[in-house]
């Protein structure tokens, strides 16, 4: 295995993009610690995707705070602990929260966010996967939660466009933008070993993964 430099490394993007699936491998690729957000675990959550207004703030505020506890819990990180591997970024929350509460709603979640998030770690590395909706929504019902049938495109389309727009203008630690459309990172070791290569290859800035284009020139 080839050094790691990254000491946290988080997994992002929207819906179905295969954040979860990736950060396994990638813990076990490194013997890192693997911090996932606990959606299942949110009361709310199927009330929210059959009626999102009824309870958004609720739902909103649960992911708050329990997104807030996982990462306070390692902010203090020793130099000498182990690789941490994320399937989110606390800033995730914010954006959800734009897409789901209207202003009074927004207006009270955002004190309290503000108020929670003070001097949050910084990833060493951020990973955005991005796909259509298309792809989304097919590897959404694929899998299965219960929950997320209610999952509609108008929705997707809102989330998506507030992390392209979160993307688009994030220059707080290296970026590498990828394209998951195409690749399968759990059953293609081709994809998952050309991926990783490319994660090896990163030092700072901004970086793009787009395998289907280098096939392509090929």
Do not use: C
């Not at 004190?111 to 770690?121: A, C, F, K, N």
């Not at 809102?158 to 290296?174: E, G, H, I, Q, V």
């Amino acid at each position: 295995m080839k050094d790691l430099t990254s000491k946290y490394i988080v997994i992002e993007g929207p819906i179905g993009v295969g954040k979860t699936s990736l950060s396994n491998k990638l813990a076990l690729e490194w013997d890192a610690e693997l911090i996932l957000e606990n959606v299942d675990d949110n009361p709310f959550l199927t009330k929210f995707y059959k009626n999102p207004r009824e309870v958004s703030l609720q739902t909103q505020l649960y992911f708050l705070l329990t997104r807030t506890r996982q990462v306070q819990g390692f902010k203090q990180q020793d130099i000498f602990s182990k690789a941490r591997v994320s399937d989110f970024m606390l800033q995730k929350d914010r954006l959800f929260a734009q897409v789901t509460l209207n202003n009074e709603e927004y207006d009270l979640y955002d004190q309290l966010y503000s108020y929670m998030t003070v001097d949050i770690p910084t990833p060493d590395l951020l990973i955005y996967l991005q796909a259509p909706i298309s792809v989304l929504m097919k590897r959404i019902k694929k899998r299965g939660r219960s929950f997320e049938k209610y999952i509609n495109t108008e929705y997707l389309e809102r989330l998506n466009s507030m992390y392209l727009k979160f993307f688009n203008n994030y220059s707080a630690s290296p970026l590498l933008i990828v394209n998951a459309e195409d690749i399968d990172f759990v059953n293609n070791e081709a994809d998952y070993k050309n991926l990783l290569n490319k994660i090896y290859s990163i030092e700072k800035g901004r970086h793009y993964f787009n395998p289907l284009a280098s096939i392509i020139n090929e």
